[in-house]
T-cell receptor
Framework: GDSVTQMEGPVTLSEEAFLTINCTYT??????LFWYVQYPGEGLQLLLK?????DKGSNKGFEATYRKETTSFHLEKGSVQVSDSAVYFC??????????????FGQGTILTVHP | GAGVSQSPSNKVTEKGKDVELRCDPI?????LYWYRQSLGQGLEFLIY????????KSGLPSDRFSAERTGGSVSTLTIQRTQQEDSAVYLC???????????FGNGTRLTVT
């Protein structure tokens, strides 16, 4: 079945450091890929997405590129802030049809950024 | 505007009791999803409603779990004869169409003692 494997956490960084959170996937079809973020005390929210190979999703300084050849969707940010401290989830869904929101999530990566 | 609202925010129940969890989606959103977030299993899809179509129940873990969506709006997730392994945060999400990103509620934390 479909699955998502995320870099184990937790990840602790100093402010302005470079961030990478690795994500790889296994899918029977041609999935759409997502990063969701859960800030402390808040609900999950979409951070960015990509729906086809070589697409780059970006938002709030975060980027991830859909790499079909390596089945990866790694999350990167050049300079993290304390406010980026949150749990990050990589997810996939089958593109189109009625399955767009039927997501398979990775285990989540806790990011803590210190001043 | 108002987001997805879930109630109660916390629920403690005794093993064997039934519980109902409520979700008010964003007005006008036709798609509604339930997920479960637990320490052992991570985030798991449970059930999906789209308009008047039959729901996709493929993620429900057992026949003790059921959900309904009345009038295409509010949804209730019911767990009968709760077990300790049902303890988790139950998340509801809605989206304008089946091809739109999800908007999640803050969840209901269920503890079965």
């Amino acid at each position: 079945g479909d699955s998502v494997t995320q870099m184990e956490g937790p990840v602790t960084l100093s402010e302005e450091a470079f961030l990478t959170i690795n994500c790889t996937y296994t899918a029977t079809g041609y999935p759409s890929l997502f990063w969701y973020v859960q800030y402390p005390g808040e609900g999950l929210q979409l951070l960015l997405k990509a729906t086809k190979a070589d697409d780059k999703g970006s938002n709030k300084g975060f980027e991830a590129t859909y790499r079909k050849e390596t089945t990866s969707f790694h999350l990167e940010k050049g300079s993290v802030q304390v406010s980026d401290s949150a749990v990050y989830f990589c997810a996939l869904s089958l593109a189109g049809g009625t399955s767009y929101g039927k997501l398979t999530f990775g285990q989540g990566t806790i990011l803590t950024v210190h001043p | 505007g108002a987001g997805v609202s879930q109630s109660p925010s916390n629920k403690v129940t005794e093993k064997g009791k039934d519980v109902e969890l409520r979700c008010d989606p964003i007005s006008g959103h036709t798609a509604l999803y339930w997920y479960r977030q637990s320490l052992g299993q991570g985030l798991e899809f449970l059930i999906y409603f789209q308009g008047n179509s039959a729901p996709d129940k493929s993620g429900l873990p057992s026949d003790r779990f059921s959900a309904e969506r009345t009038g295409g709006s509010v949804s209730t997730l019911t767990i009968q004869r709760t077990q300790q392994e049902d303890s988790a945060v139950y998340l509801c999400a809605s989206s304008p169409t089946s091809n739109s990103p999800l908007h999640f509620g803050n969840g209901t934390r269920l503890t079965v003692t």
